[in-house]
Structures are given as C-alpha cells and as structure tokens.
C-alpha cells in the first residue's frame, strides 16, 4: 500500500499462485468489495491472463475482510444521474462490462472456485453464482435485494437462473432476503458449507484435485458442460457424443485409459 495516498492506491485485485491454482482476492474491503470500474478492469484482466497461462489449472475467487461483495457501486453509478442523457450511456456500459466479464468466467478453460465469507449481494451474488463451484463459510449470506430499492436485480436474475431452480430464483430476486449459507447450498448456490473462516482452504484444496487432473480434459469438459446445457436434450446428446469422441483421440484420454489398465499413476500433458 503506498503511505501516500491512502488504502485506495493497493491493488484493487490480488493474485497469487502455488501448484497450478491461481488465488484471486477482491481487494476493497473498506468499501465492501464493490464491483466498480477499477473491479472490473481488474477481474477482465486477470481473467485475461489466466486463460492463456498453461501453468493455471484451477482458480479460486476469494475477498479480503467482511464482506465478499457487494455487488455493483451505487454510488459511481448515481454520480452519472447528473450527465445529460441521467446516466443512460454509462449505465449501459457498465452494465455491459460486468456481464463481460462474467462471461469470462465461463468460458475460461479452468474452473473457477468462489470462497466466501461474510455476505454476498445483488451483482455480488451473481459473481458467485456465475463461478463454476462456490464454498461457504457457515456465516456467510447471500441476497438480491434490489427490490428493496426500486431497482430488480435483472443481471444477477441471468446467472442465478442458470443455478437454481426456478421457483428459488424467483424468492431470492422476489423477496430479496439473506439467504443462509446452508440454505443456499440446499437450493444450489454453493457446493458446500464449511465453518467460518475456513472457505478459502477448503475452495483452494478442491482446486487443488481439479489441477491434479488433465488440464485438457478438464477445459473439454467445462466448455462442452455449458455449452450442451443451452440446448435441446437430442442435440445436446449429439453435441456431447461428438466431444466425447474428439477426447477419447485425445493424448491424455489414452494416457489415462491405458495407466488405469496397468494400475499406474497416469501422466498429463502439461
């Protein structure tokens, strides 16, 4: 941090890497982890980097103090009410570059693991909800309330969608209540519930058996996985047998049929 200017001149997003997972922390916790344009510019980024770095397997998505995020800054965004169309060219853009860069998550090769502590909220949530798997700490809360403010939770509706079922969505984006870790694992939010404050450990041990894996079957399979789910159940088959056939040709694939064949621990291509 430079003494000069104060906890804003840090980085807005931290990264470290060990044995194949990639950690990143959103680094605003004295203002509650917002998704603000310099979040956004650096999670693109990283994201960026990340997909083209072959010695990335997994990634986990983590924040630093109470608060994972919350969501989109109100306040960056109601300073653009005074432009002369109110906002509606920033508000578009914006919007725009947080959907990007959820999108990003998803089509990035390696999983992307969320560990969280403490609440996640509105954009928060759908940052989250858009990462492949997600911890939580036993504290740890979810919610959409933008509803609560006059303002429906449209974006986040898109990635909680695609996690829970309908009627669950519907009561978070409705109601717009914290939901509790458990509670949130049982309607599909998360993966699993572990006891507060150790999340990030146990999101950085699952990354590590994802990056123990083959880096190329496992990028094969997260790509085919989101790509079958948008389609029809007959061509989601003839989408899958065609990835399928593609991966058993693969090296890897003969690599670890024939090592299961001779017990033998098999070896991935880097």
Same mark, same amino acid.
């Given at each position: 941090m430079?003494?000069?200017?104060? @906890?804003?001149?840090?980085?807005?997003?931290?990264?470290?890497?060990?044995?194949?997972?990639?950690?990143?922390?959103?680094?605003?916790?004295?203002?509650?982890?917002?998704?603000?344009?310099?979040?956004l510019?650096?999670?693109?980024?990283? !994201?960026?980097?990340?997909?083209?770095?072959?010695?990335?397997?997994?990634?986990?998505?983590?924040?630093?103090?109470?608060? !994972?995020?919350?969501?989109?800054?109100?306040?960056?965004?109601?300073?653009?009410?005074?432009?002369?169309?109110? $906002?509606?060219?920033?508000f %578009?853009?914006?919007?725009?570059?947080?959907?990007?860069?959820?999108?990003?998550?998803?089509?990035?090769?390696?999983p992307?693991?969320?560990?969280? *502590? $403490?609440?996640?909220?509105?954009?928060?949530?759908?940052?989250?909800?858009?990462?492949?798997?997600?911890?939580?700490?036993?504290?740890?809360?979810?919610? %959409?309330?933008?509803?609560?403010?006059?303002?429906?939770?449209? %974006?986040?509706?898109?990635a909680?969608?695609?996690?829970?079922?309908?009627?669950?969505?519907?009561?978070?984006?409705?109601?717009?209540?914290m939901? @509790?870790?458990? *509670?949130?694992?049982?309607?599909?939010?998360?993966n699993?519930?572990?006891?507060?404050?150790?999340?990030?450990?146990?999101?950085?041990?699952?990354? $590590?058996?994802?990056?123990?894996?083959?880096?190329?079957?496992?990028?094969?399979?997260?790509?085919?996985?989101? *790509?079958?789910?948008e389609?029809?159940?007959?061509?989601?088959?003839?989408?899958?047998?065609a990835?399928?056939?593609?991966n058993?040709?693969?090296?890897?694939?003969? *690599?670890?049929?024939?090592? !299961?064949m001779?017990?033998?621990?098999?070896?991935?291509?880097?």
């Amino acid at each position: 941090m430079n003494a000069h200017t104060g @906890p804003e001149a840090a980085p807005a997003l931290l990264r470290s890497d060990a044995d194949g997972v990639a950690t990143l922390t959103l680094n605003r916790p004295q203002s509650r982890n917002p998704l603000s344009e310099a979040m956004l510019a650096a999670l693109g980024e990283a !994201f960026t980097m990340i997909a083209g770095d072959r010695g990335v397997r997994a990634v986990v998505l983590s924040a630093a103090g109470p608060v !994972f995020c919350a969501g989109h800054d109100l306040k960056e965004m109601s300073a653009h009410r005074a432009d002369p169309d109110r $906002g509606r060219a920033y508000f %578009t853009d914006i919007l725009g570059r947080c959907s990007t860069m959820m999108q990003q998550i998803t089509s990035l090769p390696q999983p992307v693991i969320a560990a969280v *502590e $403490g609440t996640a909220t509105a954009a928060g949530c759908q940052l989250v909800a858009s990462c492949d798997l997600a911890v939580a700490g036993a504290q740890a809360k979810f919610c %959409t309330p933008g509803v609560h403010i006059g303002l429906f939770c449209s %974006t986040p509706m898109v990635a909680l969608s695609r996690n829970l079922a309908a009627k669950h969505a519907l009561e978070m984006l409705l109601l717009g209540e914290m939901v @509790p870790a458990l *509670e949130a694992a049982r309607m599909g939010l998360v993966n699993r519930v572990v006891p507060a404050g150790e999340a990030l450990v146990e999101a950085q041990r699952l990354a $590590g058996v994802i990056a123990s894996k083959s880096p190329m079957t496992v990028k094969i399979g997260k790509r085919a996985f989101y *790509e079958q789910r948008e389609m029809g159940l007959s061509a989601a088959y003839d989408h899958a047998s065609a990835v399928m056939v593609e991966n058993m040709l693969a090296r890897d694939a003969e *690599e670890g049929i024939g090592a !299961f064949m001779e017990k033998r621990a098999p070896v991935w291509e880097s």
